[in-house]
Nanobody, 117 residues
Framework: VQLVESGGGLVQAGGSLRLSCAVS????????MGWYRQAPGKQRELVAVITSGGSTNYADCVKGRFTISRDSDKNTGYLQMNSLKPEDTAVYYCNANVRSAWTSNYWGQGTQVNVSS
């Protein structure tokens, strides 16, 4: 199973980015998918999570600005980030709980998001 993120980059404060996370491999089903981020010198933190049923949960610092979604037909998750702030600068990682021959959590390689002031 592989997770590949894309969509990161450099954006000015107030701008928007959309991250994608494509899950590939021998997959029976994908349970929860989540986005995490890690800024320099800080611990990795949960940004948003979405269950297989579509329930979502967000970190307080991104509520109202970020939206997590998924396309089950494409085995792809998304993170729409609006009204970006310099403090959103981090490497963003996708995580998925995948049922294949067994059920396990998988991580993507990360995508860098830089927000300039």
């Amino acid at each position: 199973v592989q997770l590949v993120e894309s969509g990161g980059g450099l954006v000015q404060a107030g701008g928007s980015l959309r991250l994608s996370c494509a899950v590939s491999g021998s997959i029976f089903s994908i349970n929860a998918m989540g986005w995490y981020r890690q800024a320099p010198g800080k611990q990795r933190e949960l940004v948003a999570v979405i269950t297989s049923g579509g329930s979502t949960n967000y970190a307080d610092c991104v509520k109202g600005r970020f939206t997590i979604s998924r396309d089950s037909d494409k085995n792809t998750g998304y993170l729409q980030m609006n009204s970006l702030k310099p403090e959103d600068t981090a490497v963003y990682y996708c995580n998925a709980n995948v049922r294949s021959a067994w059920t396990s959590n998988y991580w993507g390689q990360g995508t860098q998001v830089n927000v300039s002031s």
